[in-house]
């Protein structure tokens, strides 16, 4: 189990700096995350890091990216700030703030604020669903100044060693939407996920669900069927993470074909031809 605690520096109306403590930075544990990997990711991420190089992980929901960040910041033990990104994400929400605490004006940092004083890794998920005007923010952090400007207390923050920034987002949705600037994309390494081979997906699936390697690999196989609907009109096919929800269903006692339904085609479409195609291809596969 990985402890949390995070510190934050505060300003006071009279202008003494205070600190505290709370929830938000996850600190290594005893127990390594379970990632299996499928090339060189983790040398490559490990060479980024010791470089202070930001990274950009590509790939579909549920590939095993957040799952990624988890498993290097217990290798490198360093701590980890996450971050969901959404569309009335602003700066101020990455920086700081100020607020009102018992009649004074405190600040508060953000978390973005909070890795780089700690030299945490910090991991920004499905970040080009922020503003434009907030990605904006992260170019100091992401070049050879490693510094963030704090635009409210005139603060210029030099990260701390170890401060790494790490942003993932999902190019077969987004991009016709939303994409990130040129400006800001060709500031980091990028690595792309993909599902894995179904070997290794049943393997992630067995490890992570309990479930026998015979139902593990049925359920993969039911997913590759599943995503080949993306020709049909299916927005996106299923996730290993998705796989792994309907396989702990299995474990715990629910039938596999309302594992199936529940866990795996709901999520997935409302569409009442793609779920009756779905629930063929679950009565042909399990």
């Known amino acids: 189990m990985?402890?949390?605690a995070s510190?934050?520096?505060?300003v006071t109306s009279n202008g003494t700096a205070t600190s505290s403590h709370h929830d938000g930075v996850r600190l290594p544990g005893a127990q390594e995350p379970y990632y299996l990997p499928t090339s060189n990711e983790r040398e490559v991420f490990a060479a980024c890091h010791a470089r202070g190089l930001p990274v950009m992980l590509k790939g579909p929901t549920g590939c095993g990216?957040?799952?990624?960040?988890?498993?290097?910041?217990?290798r490198l033990q360093r701590p980890l700030v996450t971050v969901a990104c959404h569309?009335?994400?602003s700066a101020s929400d990455l920086t700081g703030r100020y607020l009102i605490r018992g009649g004074e004006t405190a600040w508060m940092d953000g978390p973005l604020t909070v890795a780089a004083r700690l030299g945490a890794i910090c991991y920004l998920d499905e970040v080009v669903e922020a503003r434009q005007d907030?990605?904006?923010?992260?170019?100091?952090l992401t070049d050879d100044r490693r510094f963030l400007p704090i635009e409210k207390t005139g603060e210029l923050l030099e990260a701390a060693p170890g401060f790494q920034l790490v942003v993932s987002y999902n190019p077969g949705y987004q991009h016709a939407l939303k994409d990130l600037k040129p400006s800001t994309?060709?500031?980091?390494?990028a690595l792309q996920f993909d599902h894995p081979t179904a070997a290794r997906e049943a393997e992630i699936v067995a490890h992570e669900s309990g479930v026998k390697a015979a139902t593990a690999a049925a359920l993969v196989e039911l997913a590759r069927r599943v995503r080949r609907l993306r020709d049909q009109g299916l927005g996106e096919g299923p996730g290993t993470r998705l796989v792994v929800a309907t396989a702990r269903l299995i474990a715990a006692g629910i039938p596999a074909a309302d594992a199936c339904r529940s866990?795996?085609?709901?999520?997935?479409?409302?569409?009442p031809d793609l779920l009756a195609a779905i629930g063929d291809l679950v009565d042909a596969t399990l």
């Open 65 to 74: 990216k957040t799952r990624f960040v988890e498993h290097m910041a217990w």
């Open 185 to 189: 994309r060709q500031r980091f390494v």
């Open 2 to 4: 990985s402890a949390s």
């Open 134 to 140: 907030t990605t904006v923010v992260l170019h100091p």
């Open 7 to 10: 510190a934050s520096s505060h």
């Open 87 to 89: 569309d009335d994400l």
């Open 263 to 271: 866990a795996l085609a709901s999520p997935l479409t409302d569409d």
